[in-house]
DNA sequence: ACGCTTGCGTTCATTCTGTTCACCCCTGCG
DNA sequence: CGCAGGGGTGAACAGAATGAACGCAAGCGT
């Protein structure tokens, strides 16, 4: 199986080398060329055929025309090439369209390597299953492909820590500037456990730590999400 | 909540009578407009201004054009209705180039009622999801609304469950806040069985489960009907 | 400096989870 | 009527997640 190639497009040409970077750390990947504007990557896309991209790495805000455009050029175009959207855009309208212009995944920024890694090679998956030439013989069949393309996220946390109670410890930590000790008793949580998650999202770079001073007595750790 | 409002697109005269009633069968559904040719249904669409017509169940194999290129047409004329194939072309590369072009589902021909239910009650879980004008907050709610349209089916139980013990089991749990080794004192069944129901329906979204803290060792899960 | 104060970070007992596997019951078949 | 097979159950077990206890770390005050 040959390497998926991709084309990132995205203006701020500091992020594009990280998406570059981040694509060719996940196995199977090759970045073909990088655009930065709407009109540069449409050129791109049309130039090798249609055929020398399997995805485009798509923000939605560039300069010169929204990502969602650049989808339906492309669909009007006939291209099937498949569009991973990587935007900061939260409005639901444009999650709705997107999802109706066939974007294989919506990520939002900014995002850590983690997640990005996980629509890539569900992608890769979804790819794997659908790429042969052959015909599907049941519902099924097509039933798994788009399950593996949408399906749930994965995610796996170290032994001795638990999903649910990682979500309660989130919510808590709210926008931060809480101690272990205060996690705990918002929470119903002993200040042992509210730690050991605390510390996890740091070690995740999904918070960051700074103590307290000011007070007598060694000074406690407040918690900040990122 | 209003109905959703669907466009029934089927060269077969009997097959159209047929997927009609189907949609009407579904509760939230409602056809508002059957077409025989791509021409019909674009002219449906356009005619309608693309607002009173939430999702098209589109058959790919029409007289005059092929489903693929209504879907195109749509996109390019910059519609973002949302459509369900129903085909029994069951080439990879329709699936594939459909999936690009965002169809929510791909429905082989002949399907069953529940099959066909179970497609259209994705697209509402999503679109209840989605159609708040508000905005996402993190990741997870994006994810979550493509896994609801496009996750795992699940229309039988699974191996190794008996419908009259989660039957027993759903009623013992009645409003909820019971662990499974309580379920099961409850029940006469013992806590494995117990706990194998009460994942199941949590996995099915029928039920929610939370830890209970503040006591030494692990903490037990409580389980809560949704 | 040196103690004082306060909470951090760790260890470990505790309790319940999640899984495995043998058993039992039912059904179909020779 | 005996036997094989499969689906559903529960006893036993390995280990996962929590919190109490405790020694030590880290600022503050004199």
Do not use: N, W
């Not at 084309?7 to 990280?18: C, K, R, S």
């Not at 540069?40 to 130039?47: E, F």
């Not at 006939?78 to 974007?103: I, M, N, Y």
């Amino acid at each position: 199986m040959s390497d998926i190639r991709v084309l990132v497009v995205e203006d701020e040409p500091l992020l594009a080398e990280a998406h570059k970077a981040y694509t060719e750390r996940v196995p199977g990947f090759v970045v073909v060329g990088v655009a930065h504007t709407a009109r540069d990557a449409m050129a791109a896309l049309r130039q090798r055929g249609g055929t020398d991209v399997d995805l485009v790495l798509l923000d939605f805000r560039l300069p010169d025309l929204h990502g969602l455009d650049v989808c339906r050029a492309l669909r009007a175009a006939g291209s099937s090439v498949d569009v991973l959207a990587v935007t900061s855009a939260r409005d639901l309208a444009v999650v709705r369209t997107a999802v109706s212009l066939g974007v294989t995944h919506y990520l939002l920024k900014p995002f850590t390597f983690a997640a990005f890694r996980d629509k890539l090679e569900r992608y890769a998956e979804y790819r794997r299953q659908a790429l042969a030439d052959g015909e599907v013989a049941a519902q099924h069949e097509v039933d798994r492909m788009f399950a593996t393309l949408r399906g749930a996220t994965r995610h796996t946390l170290p032994k001795g820590l638990d999903e649910h109670t990682l979500h309660t410890v989130l919510a808590a930590l709210g926008d931060g500037g809480l101690s272990a000790t205060e996690v705990g008793q918002r929470t119903g949580i002993s200040r042992v456990t509210a730690r050991r998650y605390l510390e996890y999202l740091v070690s995740v770079d999904r918070a960051v730590r700074a103590p307290r001073y000011g007070t007598p007595g060694r000074p406690e750790m407040e918690y900040r999400p990122t």
